[in-house]
């Protein structure tokens, strides 16, 4: 998909962090909202996710300063971040290593697809994980599945389902929202629970 990057700014500065951490041989995917527009769904947030390995990080915030990023490792313990310095003011990255308490690892990187954004070529999170990650960030003391509904709906045919339902199973704001997106008619509960059981 492709967007004007006048008024995407953030386009610019998300293709720009992915060419260097592809010319330093860094491994990352991008992830979050930007990776569902990437897949041709709809997201309600606006901001750069990439998904790197733990042991990359400070690699990672050494290759962009060199190309003008300020690094920041915030007190969190998943993420480190970087800024890109624009005429629209500081554009945020975040770099995130163990999203939803789930440490990136090889088999996070091998979960992806080589899609160009805006004519950048970069390796994009599955769907599935991307609704993984959606649905365990809800908790006690956030749930807000007007997030989730839009990413639900636009990339339903590129879901896998069951196995959304198997990881997500521990967690009870999960099955709430698959039971809204059944009724909602996203999904069968009943066929994506019968499909999970059958694995």
Known sequence: MATSEDSQPLIATLKKAAFHLKDAGIPFCLAGSFAVYARGGESVDHDIDFLIKEEDAERVLASLAEVGFRGEVPPEGWLVKAWDATEDGDLLIDFIFCPVQRPVTDATMQDT???????????????????????????????????????ARSLREQIDWPRVYRETAHSPYAHAFLFLIDRLGVVSLAETTALAAAV
Do not use: Q
Request: charged share 15%.
């Open 113 to 151: 697809d080589i899609i160009a954004v805006n004519a950048c070529h970069m390796p994009v999170l599955s769907a599935t994980e991307l609704m993984i990650h959606k649905v365990l960030t809800w908790s006690a003391h956030y749930c807000d599945y007007a997030r989730g509904l839009p990413v």
